[in-house]
């Protein structure tokens, strides 16, 4: 059984920095895409940034501050949030699909992690 187990999250000021990770258990293959989204209060959930074998995508809002990467050897991708902005406050959910492109549709995907709330003050 797959499971995606987020963390990270917290309370920062603005300008500063977390990171955010999403360890995997139960994967057979390392071909899965893995991504982050994001969902505000009073907002739609939105895709923040994904990587898999052949792609890496990020939201033109953080390009530039955020950084995905990986660690094959524990499952585990990190979301690195640089430069926080108080637009960046939301709950952060990690997923993964078996698919070698980035999709950026929150359908798409087959497996989840529960949420870890990002709140940024001004």
């Known amino acids: 059984e797959v499971q995606l187990q987020a963390s990270g999250g917290g309370l920062v000021q603005a300008g500063r920095s977390l990171r955010l990770s999403c360890a995997a258990s139960g994967f057979t293959r390392d071909d899965y895409a893995r991504s982050w989204f994001r969902q505000a209060p009073g907002k739609e959930r939105e895709v923040v940034s994904c990587i898999s074998k052949t792609a890496t995508y990020y939201a033109n809002s953080v390009k530039g501050r955020f950084t995905i990467s990986s660690d094959s050897a524990k499952n585990t991708v990190y979301l690195q949030m640089d430069s926080l902005k108080p637009e960046d406050t939301a709950v952060y959910y990690c997923?993964?699909?078996?698919?070698?492109?980035?999709?950026?549709?929150?359908?798409?995907?087959?497996?989840y992690g529960q949420g870890t709330q990002v709140t940024v003050s001004s």
């Open positions: 997923a993964a699909v078996l698919i070698s492109s980035c999709p950026r549709n929150w359908n798409s995907y087959d497996y």
